[in-house]
């Protein structure tokens, strides 16, 4: 066992790190570790069947970190996406399916429609993967393919329902095939209905009431090991808990996570989990590309590599007719396309179950595991063509806007984002007679503001050469008023290294970043939203009968005791002592009521 150990992590050590540095992404990497030392090219490693199952619980913790991701009010919002859109893909894609393996291969109807549920589900792991590693998961197809997979790992427990009545067995025989299966397949039917809807309750009061207070008993041992524990804990027994009674281990999960997304401790539960997500789905990748069968697809290459192309043809063009009634914009219909148009790992779960019922035939199943794995392998890739071919023709036709010999270098200030936060600023400055040079990275927003009459240039901030162009090395000040939290960082950096003499002003888009903000040594930053919540506070005291001597007091104490609050956890954030950062918080909590309640005697 530790021999095969070894042989995974050093294939993952050489292939995933070169595979980032020629652009393929990390899960193309793992799938090319699995393709060398698999049966077929090293034959380092055999029968994969036993990792397989360990390194799905893969798939089973990143439902559970995107549910932490997902307030409920959010998962609301795109109720109308994972019902309408992830419904009719389902539908839509095994009709079709179904349509050409009954007319075109003429298989029975039963093997047809196996088939074509098989094949309509898609790979939850590589899409959304892929997605958070290119920073797409937020765009328009980000959601909307994060929406169809929540619906796809829905529809798998009715799809597992249904596959044994497609069976050419006898009910006995079918019946004794699945009984195994999970503990209350033997009930009737509306019991075992009834059970599951009360195990997913149980789940979510869990997840509601029960789990913060054990959190918090963990956290008075001190002891940040059992943070870890009890973390895999959660995760692996409602895995278990929802296995065992014929239900999906990721659909429980992702359940839990949602029902936690609003929790105090939902940071805790990120950082515990993310290592062990990472390292098992790196190992479900490695499983996969090992499984693929070179020496079939050799034999009969020309039928499998028809099957996938015939298989992304028809879920792509399935999904951008979704795309084009659901009125998703210009290229995110491309990319909400391509993103699913492959196979799925649930397909592997179905495979089995259909070949244990002989629905198909060894020799059937052999190539639909081929063509999904062989979809899986390609869907990096897709998503690279994408990248690199669609979403650069766009950008090419806006390199008008990003040639530094048209910027014009400031006198005085130079400001990086031009929307609402930065135009405050900007139109105050040269309403005193500043000169600015403005860059802004959104062209609509640019064409806009040039019928108004404003002088924006499109740009990077984040490319040295485009702020030296601004005038970065004669310029006073750097006022960086951008909403993206990481690309403000970078800016930051790169000023400092490379133009020292910039003052510079930042937009903080939240608290943890503005610990970051403090990290690098910038000193005046505003958090985008606290000032004007402090204003409407004040406000809301005089409307509550407090006198504007007595309103304004109590917010300037409060926004007094915040900033010397902030400045004091940002020295112990990121250190990785959440407790004692725990205990500043509460105790800086009580320090500010206590404030509060003398405040009539301090002079403001």
């Not at 439902?63 to 996406?81: A, M, N, Y």
């Not at 399916?97 to 589900?121: E, P, S």
């Not at 304004?552 to 007094?560: L, S, V």
Request: overall charge negative.
């Amino acid at each position: 066992m530790l021999d095969t150990a070894v042989i995974y992590l050093a294939a993952a050590l050489i292939a995933v790190p070169l595979a980032k540095r020629l652009g393929l992404g990390s899960v193309l990497g793992y799938l090319i570790a699995g393709i060398l030392i698999g049966p077929f090219f090293l034959e380092l490693v055999e029968d994969q069947t036993e990792v397989m199952h360990f390194a799905e619980f893969g798939v089973v913790m990143m439902l559970f970190l995107v549910g932490l991701e997902l307030q409920p009010s959010r998962l609301w919002k795109l109720r109308h996406s994972v019902v309408g859109l992830g419904g009719l893909q389902v539908t839509l894609t095994t009709l079709a399916i179904f349509a050409v393996c009954k007319f075109v291969f003429t298989l029975q109807w039963q093997t047809a429609l196996a088939i074509g549920l098989m094949l309509a589900l898609s790979s939850t792991a590589i899409v959304l993967q892929t997605l958070n590693e290119k920073g797409w998961i937020k765009q328009q197809a980000g959601e909307n393919s994060f929406a169809v997979l929540l619906f796809q790992d829905i529809a798998v427990i009715p799809i597992l329902a249904l596959i044994p009545l497609l069976a050419f067995t006898t009910p006995d025989e079918a019946a004794t095939a699945n009984e195994h299966s999970n503990l209350i397949s033997h009930l009737p039917t509306y019991y075992q209905v009834a059970i599951s809807c009360g195990v997913i309750i149980a789940i979510i009061l869990a997840g509601k009431y029960l789990v913060s207070p054990v959190f918090r008993y963990i956290v008075e041992t001190r002891l940040k090991e059992l943070f870890t524990v009890f973390s895999l804990f959660l995760v692996i027994v409602i895995a278990v808990i929802m296995q065992k009674i014929g239900l999906s281990p990721a659909l429980g999960t992702f359940l839990a996570g949602v029902v936690l997304a609003e929790s105090e401790f939902r940071h805790e539960f990120e950082a515990d989990i993310d290592p062990f997500k990472g390292l098992l789905l790196g190992l479900f990748f490695i499983t996969v590309g090992a499984s693929i069968d070179f020496g079939l697809l050799t034999s009969e290459y020309s039928l499998v590599l028809s099957l996938v192309a015939s298989l992304i043809l028809i879920k792509a063009t399935v999904l951008y007719l979704l795309a084009t009634v659901f009125k998703l914009e210009g290229k995110q219909k491309i990319l909400f396309s391509l993103a699913l148009a492959q196979g799925g790992e649930f397909a592997f779960v179905l495979l089995s179950l259909t070949g244990s019922l002989h629905i198909l035939s060894p020799e059937q199943a052999k190539v639909a595991t081929l063509v999904v794995a062989v979809s899986m392998l390609l869907a990096p890739l897709l998503l690279m063509f994408y990248e690199h071919v669609i979403d650069k023709e766009e950008e090419a036709a806006e390199k008008e806007f990003d040639k530094a010999e048209d910027i014009e270098a400031a006198r005085n200030v130079i400001v990086i984002g031009y929307g609402r936060f930065g135009q405050i600023i900007g139109r105050l400055l040269t309403a005193q007679g500043y000169h600015l040079s403005i860059l802004d990275h959104d062209s609509s927003q640019i064409n806009l503001l040039k019928r108004f009459g404003h002088k924006v240039f499109y740009g990077d901030g984040s490319r040295q050469d485009l702020l030296e162009a601004a005038g970065a090395r004669e310029a006073e000040l750097l006022v960086i008023a951008i909403d993206d939290s990481d690309k403000i960082l970078d800016i930051v950096k790169l000023a400092q290294k490379h133009f020292p003499n910039l003052k510079i002003i930042c937009r903080a888009t939240e608290r943890r970043h503005a610990y970051e903000l403090v990290k690098l040594g910038v000193e005046t930053f505003r958090r985008e939203t606290f000032h004007s919540a402090l204003k409407l506070g004040v406000d809301a005291l005089m409307l509550l009968g407090k006198s504007k001597e007595e309103a304004e007091c109590a917010g300037k104490i409060f926004m007094d005791h915040d900033i010397e609050t902030l400045m004091l956890l940002a020295d112990l954030w990121g250190d990785g002592d959440d407790e004692n950062y725990g205990i500043v918080v509460k105790q800086r909590v009580a320090d500010l009521h206590n404030v509060l309640q003398q405040d009539k005697k301090i002079e403001c």
